[in-house]
Nanobody, 111 residues
């Protein structure tokens, strides 16, 4: 199992980023995908989950209406579109599937 996140960076408050998670080594469509984040000094927490076929989604209250999770099973890739970013969204974002994690991608929201 390999998960590789990308798309993080530095963005101003109110800005947008799209994270990607490229997966390999397992049958991608068989598994839900969850994006997590871990802020400095805090625990890793789930942000958004999408079901294996992409029909069901779930979001943390803190990101509802601002973040959108999606996946393209034909590309073995998942996404997290993040809009209206706030400084409190600053964290390392991880993709989790099939019992594994990626290496994470840093998102920093600052003016």
């Amino acid at each position: 199992v390999q998960l590789v996140e990308s798309g993080g960076g530095l963005v101003q408050p109110g800005g947008s980023l799209r994270l990607s998670c490229a997966a390999s080594g397992f049958i991608f469509s068989n598994y839900d995908m969850t994006w997590y984040r871990q802020a400095p000094g805090k625990e890793r927490v789930p942000v958004a989950t999408v079901s294996g076929v992409g029909r069901a989604t779930n979001y943390a209250d803190s990101v509802k209406g601002r973040f959108t999770i999606s996946r393209v099973n034909s590309k073995n890739t998942g996404y997290l579109q993040m809009n209206s970013l706030k400084p409190e969204d600053t964290a390392v974002y991880y993709c989790g599937m099939a019992g594994s994690w990626g290496q994470g991608t840093q998102v920093t929201v600052s003016s």
